[in-house]
């Protein structure tokens, strides 16, 4: 019997290249705020395919440092989704951060103008600060 061999991750770019184009720009911009707020962040792309729901997420990229998961960035037809993977310490009372699971929240990205909100940029500060 021989072991079945598991297709690499495609790379964040291919990945760019199937993500609905009204939802790009906005992906594109988060990647670029995590890049300059944690530049030491390990970027990991996830081995997926688009969903075949609408109303399901595509997981992109996810943000490591020292191993530890810290955000990802994921996709829906209409718009971008920027994770915490321990959200629930993140509350800052800006009313952006969604979710009410155990401990992962997210914000919901429009627009590349919703990455540039004090806010959000202070949120994922302190989510790469958290670790």
């Known amino acids: ?3 079945s061999r598991t297709a690499p991750a495609p790379s964040v ?3 760019l290249k199937t993500v609905p184009a009204a939802v790009r720009p906005t992906v ?3 990647r670029r705020l995590i890049k300059a707020i944690a530049p030491t ?3 990991i792309s996830y081995r997926s395919q688009p969903p075949r729901s609408k109303s ?3 997981k992109i990229i996810r943000y490591t440092l020292d191993g ?3 955000a990802g960035i994921g996709t829906f037809a209409t718009y971008a989704s920027l994770y ?3 959200g629930r310490e993140l509350e ?3 009313g952006l951060l969604e979710g009410g699971g155990r401990d992962m929240r997210f914000i919901r990205l429009r627009t590349p103008a919703d990455v540039e909100v004090a806010a959000t940029k202070r949120i994922v500060r302190k989510a790469f600060t958290l670790g």
Do not use: C, I, K, L
Request: hydrophobic content about 50%; glycine content about 4%.
């Open 56 to 58: 399901a997420m595509w």
């Open 84 to 86: 915490f993977y321990r």
């Open 28 to 30: 594109q911009a988060a």
């Open 13 to 15: 770019s291919e990945h």
């Open 41 to 43: 962040a390990m970027e």
């Open 1 to 3: 019997m021989t072991a």
């Open 92 to 94: 800052d009372g800006s």
């Open 68 to 70: 530890v998961d810290v």
